[in-house]
């Protein structure tokens, strides 16, 4: 966890934390696109809701300095950090950012046509 804690601030102090991360080399590519970045997210996606099925709580970091994870994980340079995912329970007195609820309309986001 002090690993993960000099790339960044917001491990939340749980006991897990799972580095998702894409292979450059082998991801989908066309045309100069690669796929490597969605493909890790929809990983991590997938991971975060079967975590809150099981009843653990968890969040997408996405704020932390690649390149300490790189060094400190000795990752290779093809493989490419994409999230942070602390798991665990959060605390009976947690309190959530004023903005953790706050949504968009959905008419801000889609077209219907």
């Excluded at 897990?16 to 082998?26: M, P």
């Excluded at 690649?66 to 329970?89: A, Q, S, T, V």
């Excluded at 007195?93 to 609820?101: A, K």
Aim: charged fraction near 25%; include cysteine.
């Amino acid at each position: 966890m002090a690993k993960i804690d000099k790339a960044s601030p917001c491990r939340y102090n749980a006991p897990v934390c799972l580095i998702v991360s894409s292979n450059k080399d082998i991801a989908w590519k066309k045309d100069g696109y690669s796929t490597y970045e969605m493909d890790a997210c929809i990983v991590a996606t997938h991971m975060m809701l079967e975590a809150t099925n099981l009843g653990v709580d968890n969040i997408w970091i996405e704020m932390f300095d690649k390149d300490i994870i790189k060094k400190e994980f000795d990752l290779e340079m093809n493989i490419e950090p994409i999230c942070l995912i602390p798991l665990g329970y959060k605390a009976d007195d947690c309190t959530s950012s004023p903005l953790h609820l706050k949504r968009k309309n959905i008419q801000d986001m889609v077209i219907y046509k």
